[in-house]
């Protein structure tokens, strides 16, 4: 399809089922209220029939209305309807030396079992990624590459994919030179290259409570402490807490996943970060931010980043494509700002250069543009599926279930009644080929007991749907 | 061409070819003497005329003998000719805290520079590579797969490839199953997370000495002490030396390069392996060692490894494909016997999993079975490489210059006169456009002052001539 004539008639039906979406908002449509026929809606909004009906599949689709056989669309759901917010954790009393358990490895060893029905894995599913493209990528920078891509790439990364990444980062208000970024072997490695230049052993390092399993494991590997500051789940870090625990627990830097963090989904505002830029500065210390779900937005613009409000290059910008476009390929980035040269010595130390064949693939793919509109396509279906996810959480968990609401990104998070075990129901849901990771992998301690996270990375189907319900019974009968 | 074709009249002109070797190594031919015409050789030897002029010019490109025009064939060079050998070093007084200084810095930034004509490169020059093979793997896999290799491979690496790695290891006696092997993004991550899993920072290691400086690198980062242990430019690490070492500076582990050392090109003879092997198994010392030289042996058979010799799974095997088949892929390996959790755990912590698609590209390219063809080409374009290059450094470097004589691998190790200092070399040689790795770099305390290395992975051209001509007359202009 012709793209000019695509993006057109997106925004016709699009514009009109938003419009419907604000009315079951703000409640003028209500939960089983009926709505116009297609027909009717057609000649109402003096749209075609066929646009009339894409409106209604797209709030189906979502999980907004439904489709009563011989009766017509029904609203089925809003908002205000799901379960509650989590609270936003007490903090631990101490900094703790990480301790990363035998957990966290047989969730990571399940997640290669293909029977599983596998809601711990925070990647998009294969069908959402422009495979075609990325093929016809990797023949042309093949046929084009003089060496065919065998020489090595050198250590700081592919010129034109740092040229690439350069521009991208105008998306958040970043204004790096190629030569300000360095590409690694996803971004699991520019956090450990980042991390490894800013701290030595037995430092204290700030982290979200509850963080990414795989950000402990990186701590621990380099013999940090950590120190879990209490996150909201929509908005992130408490700064106030922060400001306190800097000189309580002699914090040395921080590391956050402040855009869609996983697993919380939060978001931290924009004047948020500058606040925190702001304090760090002033005391030197640096910031590692894991931007890797940045993309991944429901709402209208791109979330900034720290490094937006960089001014000192005390803010590491690390990021991937893992989560937007190819998570095999393995490339990651990071901007180090004034530590660029010791992390570019310690990528040198570690894994020399990076796959260069996978680098020039990825350039060749962002250089012809077609880049913004995968990422469209990506951020609509992510945010149908959430609220599929969502609306089937809340129809099937029990009543005292919280839930979050991202705005972004690929993860739930969902704290269940006190009573129940989240690694116990991992286990019981193991035997049922389910795959949850149970919230206690997400802190050093152990805590978050009654909590889980699942991934709606994979779009819906009824076997998802029925997973779903038999995690909501296993729920119901470990109460 | 048909493959046992090809074998077979490879082995006819190389078998006349290597009987006339023999006769110009016992001086039977002697330098200058002219053999027969290609049409009498035909006739003496029963061969057609084509095979007696390929015979020829086998010897020809080795540098054993020359054309000269209107006149026929005269033996030109035999090994008797070439210069010294380097002694083996006196070991340092203790164990030293490495420091890497900005010397190495300085050789990698100008490794990326296209003017160069460069010596300090250690790989195998591009058109010595299977290129066209190795594309046609890529777009095979690319077909294949269900996910156009864009999933997450396992940590562990692709089970296709672990299999082939597996059955390679045939070759130098080992059978390790796929489930002893871990992938990695080549053979320098393989050696930083089996370095991170056997030692502790402060612990003293065992290295070879000069050793390469990437090595330094890694130990470096993981805060080791290295003790480094003369070795000797044709078998290698002095054992007897090595065995007082290990009680005097409590040597917790050690990491050598055993078959073709970098820069030495020196071979530990199988027998001395086993002697190491069960010297470190006495005193439950882990061996790391690097095998990513393994394959390009010059002689007759592949040279064994320790892991060969190793029943209690204290030998860490590393290698990789950059050195023999793939550079930019970064595809590595270890083998690390009772390591294996600690490492592959590191694994997950430091890059999660190793590129999906480079990783199934080089398993498809192994399991059609030209990988051994492609390595026997390759074994012969490095000798002769090899030879030609020794020849010119005796023809062009002064007379008291001593070089390594290696039977395998990319490195020639020079030691010049002790007035010439090796990096003011390496300076100097830049202002030609010309890159060598003084042998400052190759230990810890900047010693090797009045030595070099030059590498022969390029395929000899006249411009190479005439780079080692400048150098030649550099070394003279210093004395």
Redesign the interface.
């Given at each position: 399809m012709n793209e000019t004539l695509e993006i057109k008639q997106d925004h016709k039906y699009v514009e009109v089922a938003e419009r419907i979406e604000t009315l079951i908002e703000k409640k003028v449509l209500k939960v089983g209220d009926k709505l116009l026929s297609v027909r009717a809606l057609s000649k109402e909004q003096g749209i075609s029939l066929s646009t009339a009906f894409q409106a209604y599949y797209m709030l189906e689709s979502k999980g907004l209305i439904e489709a009563r056989p011989q009766s017509g669309y029904y609203v089925k759901f809003s908002h205000a309807h799901t379960l509650d917010l989590p609270k936003t954790c007490d903090p631990p009393d101490d900094a703790i030396p990480v301790s990363v358990d035998d957990m966290i490895?047989s969730v990571?060893v399940d997640?290669?079992n293909e029977k599983l029905l596998n809601f711990s894995m925070g990647?998009p599913a294969?069908e959402l990624?422009p495979?075609?493209k990325?093929?016809k990528a990797?023949?042309h920078v093949?046929r084009q590459s003089?060496?065919?891509?065998?020489?090595?790439?050198?250590?700081q990364g592919n010129p034109a994919l740092r040229k690439q990444i350069a521009r991208q980062a105008f998306n958040w208000g970043g204004t790096p030179s190629e030569d300000d970024i360095i590409v690694t072997?996803?971004a699991?490695?520019a956090l450990?290259l980042c991390v490894?230049a800013i701290t030595k052993?037995g430092d204290a390092i700030a982290i979200e409570s509850p963080t990414y399993f795989?950000i402990f494991?990186?701590l621990?590997?380099h013999g940090l402490k950590v120190v879990e500051i209490p996150t909201d789940p929509l908005t992130g870090v408490d700064l106030d807490y922060l400001e306190k625990a800097i000189p309580r627990f002699d914090i040395k830097a921080c590391l956050f996943v402040n855009n869609f963090n996983n697993p919380l989904g939060s978001c931290m505002p924009d004047e948020h970060k500058k606040r925190l830029v702001d304090m760090l500065a002033k005391k030197d210390i640096p910031l590692i931010e894991d931007d890797i779900y940045g993309e991944l937005y429901f709402g209208k613009t791109r979330p900034k980043t720290c490094k937006t409000f960089d001014k000192k290059g005390l803010v590491l910008h690390c990021a991937s494509f893992?989560k937007s476009l190819?998570?095999?390929?393995?490339i990651g980035w990071t901007i180090p700002g004034r530590f660029k040269e010791k992390v570019l010595?310690?990528k040198?130390?570690?894994?020399?250069?990076?796959?260069?064949?996978?680098q020039a693939a990825v350039a060749d793919f962002l250089s012809n543009g077609r880049f913004e509109l995968h990422l469209r396509h990506l951020r609509k279906a992510l945010h149908t599926q959430s609220l599929r996810y969502v609306q089937a959480v809340s129809d099937y968990f029990p009543d005292d279930t919280c839930i979050t609401r991202p705005q972004g990104g690929f993860t739930l998070w969902i704290e269940m009644n006190k009573k129940i075990n989240g690694y116990k129901l991992h286990k019981r849901a193991l035997k049922h080929n389910i795959g949850i990771a149970p919230g206690q992998i997400f802190s050093s301690q152990g805590r978050f007991e009654n909590c889980f996270r699942i991934s709606y990375g994979q779009p819906w189907t009824e076997r998802i749907g029925q997973g779903l319900q038999m995690l909501g019974k296993l729920m119901k009968d470990m109460r």
């Open positions: 490895n990571y997640l290669n990647a294969i990624l495979t075609a990325l093929n990797v023949m093949l003089k060496t065919c891509c065998l020489n090595y790439e050198h250590i072997a996803g699991v490695e450990s490894k052993p795989a494991q990186v621990e590997s893992s190819a998570p095999g390929y393995r010595r310690l040198r130390m570690h894994t020399v250069s990076t796959n260069t064949l996978s």
